[in-house]
Nanobody, 113 residues
Framework: VQLVESGGGLVQPGGSLRLSCAAS????????MRWYRQTPGKERESVAW????????NYADSVKGRFTISRDNTKNTMYLQMNSLKPEDTAMYYC???????WGQGTQVTVSS
């Protein structure tokens, strides 16, 4: 199982980023997929999840209305479109397949002026 997150970076408050999670080594289209984030000294928190076919999504209250999770099962890839970014969104972002105990290396998002 391999999960590779990308797309992070430094962005000003109010800006946007699109994260990607490229998955391999498992049947991606059969798993609910999730985005998490973590800042130093804090527990990893769930940001959003998406159902197998992509028809159902769920978001943490802190990102609702600003982030959009999506997936392309033909490309074994999941995305997180992040708009109206705030400094408190600064974190390492990870993707994960529900029920599988594997994590990627994460991608750093820093929101700062």
């Amino acid at each position: 199982v391999q999960l590779v997150e990308s797309g992070g970076g430094l962005v000003q408050p109010g800006g946007s980023l699109r994260l990607s999670c490229a998955a391999s080594g498992f049947a991606f289209s059969r798993y609910v997929m999730r985005w998490y984030r973590q800042t130093p000294g804090k527990e990893r928190e769930s940001v959003a999840w998406i159902s197998i076919a992509g028809g159902t999504t769920n978001y943490a209250d802190s990102v609702k209305g600003r982030f959009t999770i999506s997936r392309d099962n033909t490309k074994n890839t999941m995305y997180l479109q992040m708009n109206s970014l705030k400094p408190e969104d600064t974190a390492m972002y990870y993707c994960k397949a529900s029920g599988l105990a594997y994590w990627g290396q994460g991608t750093q998002v820093t929101v700062s002026s």
